[in-house]
């Protein structure tokens, strides 16, 4: 059999970030440029992402970055740490990438990062990939998620066309973390208050509540991976919405850091599969 050709390690982008700025009390916004943007663009989709890198505590890499030679000379324990956020807004013009961060507390590595972020600091990401633009044939959509799922949500909200037929459900901790935004569509979220309940219970609730539009939906839901399974189960099972209708998954999970959650991912998602689908 014919030796696979080893698989090239993807191309870094190299950006600075330019300013911050706390749009709510638990939401920063990193807007990121510089020239290392210049050869950066975004597709179709709505919900666009880039994996943030992060070099394990003590690491430095030689310059120029290069993820070719990081995997070739360090040990795999050193190389960057991955973490998925979402292309909030891309400016052609200004070669500006705007990411939303959910400041979740001084647990973990990109929220923390991005509540003390200055500027001027770099920061190294791949990608953009992405996979969900609201389908302008469908005859309604449902947007749901927790506060990691709003800036990908807003994206589409801002993207659907005056007239589209839309129920976005966010859920936020309270109201101070509600966010203003303009759609074409004059869509309003409908904005559900955690307060001390378990994450998600209140948008799992108001998706289970609302009285579905006749027609078909194409449905975007994510967020924390213990709500995101029990509304895959009600729109599947319940409501029969066909799984090519719906972009699902947990976007992060309770207790776990983003490489423990990648961990069980897979598994985690079989499993939901077996039990829905069978
Ligand atoms: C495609 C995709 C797009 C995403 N887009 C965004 C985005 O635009 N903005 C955004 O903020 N997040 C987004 N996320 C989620 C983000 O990647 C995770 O929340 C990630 O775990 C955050 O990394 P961290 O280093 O801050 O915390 P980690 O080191 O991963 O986790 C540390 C601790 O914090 C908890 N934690 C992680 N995230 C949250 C949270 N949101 N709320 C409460 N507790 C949390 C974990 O359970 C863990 O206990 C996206 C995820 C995916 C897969």
Do not use: C
Not at 45 to 52: A, E, F, G, I
Not at 54 to 72: L, S
Request: aromatic share 8%; glycine share 8%.
């Amino acid at each position: 059999m014919a030796e696979q050709p080893a698989r090239k390690a993807p191309k870094a982008t190299e950006a600075r970030v330019v300013r911050t700025e706390r749009i709510t009390p638990h939401m920063v916004r990193v807007v990121l440029g510089g020239p290392g943007l210049d050869a950066f663009e975004v597709g179709e989709y709505t919900d666009h992402y880039v994996k943030l890198l992060f070099a394990p505590e003590g690491v430095t890499y030689p310059e120029p970055f290069d993820m070719e030679r990081i995997r070739e000379e360090f040990p795999r324990e050193q190389w960057p740490t991955t973490r998925t956020y979402t292309v909030r807004a891309w400016d052609p013009v200004h070669r500006e990438l705007t990411i939303d961060f959910v400041v979740h507390g001084d647990e973990g590595l990109a929220g923390p990062w991005a509540a003390r972020a200055q500027a001027g600091e770099t920061m190294r990401f791949l990608g953009p990939g992405g996979g969900y633009t609201p389908d302008p044939a469908a005859d309604w959509h449902l947007l749901a998620g927790d506060e990691s799922a709003l800036p990908a949500i807003a994206v589409a909200l801002e993207r659907l066309p005056s007239g589209a037929r839309v129920h976005a459900f966010v859920e936020v901790s309270d109201a101070a973390e509600e966010q203003k935004f303009a759609t074409a569509a004059g869509v309003d979220v409908t904005w559900l208050h955690r307060g001390d309940r378990p994450a998600g219970e209140a948008v799992v609730e108001a998706v289970r509540a609302l009285d579905f539009p006749a027609g078909d939906v194409h449905a975007f839901v994510h967020g924390e991976a213990g709500f995101v399974k029990d509304l895959r189960r009600h729109l599947r099972m319940e409501r029969g919405v066909a799984r090519e209708r719906l972009s699902i998954s947990g976007y992060w999970r309770l207790g776990k850091t983003d490489e423990a959650w990648r961990a069980i991912k897979r598994e985690w998602n079989d499993q939901v599969e077996r039990e829905q689908e069978n």
